[in-house]
T-cell receptor, first 109, second 114 residues
Framework: GQNIDQPTEMTATEGAIVQINCTYQ??????LFWYQQHAGEAPTFLSY??LDGLEEKGRFSSFLSRSKGYSYLLLKELQMKDSASYLC??????????WGAGTKLIIKP | DVKVTQSSRYLVKRTGEKVFLECVQD?????MFWYRQDPGLGLRLIYF???????EKGDIPEGYSVSREKKERFSLILESASTNQTSMYLC?????????????FGPGTRLTVL
């Protein structure tokens, strides 16, 4: 079966750095997405990785290792507004998106 | 500013009722999707459409149908609502034939079936 694993919840401190991990087992791979979803709101796109390595976009970076079936989202200089759920999703060989259950990130002052 | 809108934020229906959820996008996107989101589970695809009048079943189509008569509008229909269809329903759209393009989501409809 296809599976995406993420921690259910994480807590971090304002101004700090946090890494949210995502591991996947899917039938084929055509890229991995990270979305942010604030409570009661729509998910919004953060990043798309299809090649190995780190991609940086401001305070947010996303890393992919296809051989390990692993990705992480790195958030730097955390702000209170970063409190949200972070969803990992993999595009499989049929170009179907397989979604993880999401990681709820709680930022404390 | 890109926009996906859904007809209702909250909806309460009775078991057996026919329910229509409407989704409209103003980005001229080819692809539209209906998901449901339940606590502890990832988004699950119900149906998607890659063109007007075209539809494809997703992972959990049972109990649902869809309609796409116009490019900008994608409707989800619950023919006879049941309590296990109580959920958050999210509509999304994306551009072009490349399914790796980012999806833009609507705000969601929280449906309660009593």
């Amino acid at each position: 079966g296809q599976n995406i694993d993420q921690p259910t919840e994480m807590t971090a401190t304002e101004g700090a750095i946090v890494q949210i991990n995502c591991t996947y087992q899917t039938s084929g791979f055509n890229g991995l997405f990270w979305y942010q979803q604030h409570a009661g709101e729509a998910p919004t796109f953060l990043s798309y990785n299809v090649l190995d390595g780190l991609e940086e976009k401001g305070r947010f970076s996303s890393f992919l290792s296809r051989s390990k079936g692993y990705s992480y989202l790195l958030l730097k200089e955390l702000q209170m507004k970063d409190s949200a759920s972070y969803l990992c999703a993999v595009l499989d060989s049929n170009y179907q998106l397989i979604w993880g259950a999401g990681t709820k990130l709680i930022i404390k002052p | 500013d890109v926009k996906v809108t859904q007809s209702s934020r909250y909806l309460v229906k009775r078991t057996g009722e026919k329910v229509f959820l409407e989704c409209v996008q103003d980005m001229d996107h080819e692809n539209m999707f209906w998901y449901r989101q339940d606590p502890g589970l990832g988004l699950r695809l119900i149906y998607f459409s890659y063109d007007v009048k075209m539809k494809e079943k997703g992972d959990i189509p049972e109990g649902y149908s869809v309609s796409r008569e116009k490019k900008e509008r994608f409707s989800l229909i619950l023919e006879s609502a049941s309590t296990n269809q109580t959920s958050m329903y999210l509509c999304a759209s994306s551009q072009g034939a490349e399914l790796y393009n980012e999806q833009f989501f609507g705000p969601g409809t929280r449906l309660t079936v009593l």
